[in-house]
Structure formats: structure tokens, C-alpha cells
């Protein structure tokens, strides 16, 4: 949505909370960049912060579920006081 109309998609996503299922991609020291494998490709990636037990757990390619806020940003979005559903 924000290809078609970027300011409307931060006034309806900004601040919002978010639950989705995704891929591991990088797990970094304060979040996971995570995402969709479509056709070998990595793509539609989100960062999610979560606490560092959780980032501890995690490994590349772990399908999880995460809740948490979203923070929309033109470069990448996050998801903000997030944690993992199991």
C-alpha cells in the first residue's frame, strides 16, 4: 500500500497493533528482520524487536508469530514491544 499512497498508509498503519506469521531472516542483537521466502527470494521483510531471551531462540529460517506495534518507517517498518505467540 505504500507504493500507491505512502501518507495514507503511515495514518492507517502508524501505532497499530500487529500479529503476523513470518520467516527468520537476520537476527540481529535488538531485533529479527523477518519475511516471506517467494521463490527462493527473501522479501517483504519486517524488523521486530524482541527481548534478547527471545532473539536468543531464534534461528534462520524458524517460521514464527509475533505481536507488537507497528512503526512505520519508509525504509523498513518495525514492529516495536513486540514478543513471540506461541
Not at 500500500?1 to 495514518?11: H, P, R, T, Y
Not at 527468520?24 to 529479527?32: A, K, M, Q, S
Not at 507488537?68 to 516495536?80: A, D, I, M, T
Amino acid at each position: 500500500m505504500d507504493s500507491e499512497n505512502e501518507a495514507k498508509a503511515k495514518q492507517e498503519y502508524d501505532g497499530k497493533i500487529f500479529h503476523c506469521t513470518a520467516i527468520v531472516g537476520d537476527i540481529n542483537p535488538t531485533y529479527v528482520r523477518v519475511g516471506q521466502l517467494i521463490l527462493g527470494q527473501f522479501c517483504n521483510t519486517l524488523c521486530v524487536e524482541l527481548s534478547e531471551d527471545e532473539l536468543a531462540s531464534l534461528s534462520k529460517e524458524q517460521e514464527i508469530t509475533v505481536c507488537g506495534k507497528f512503526q512505520y518507517v519508509q525504509v523498513e517498518s518495525r514492529l516495536v514491544d513486540a514478543f513471540i505467540v506461541e
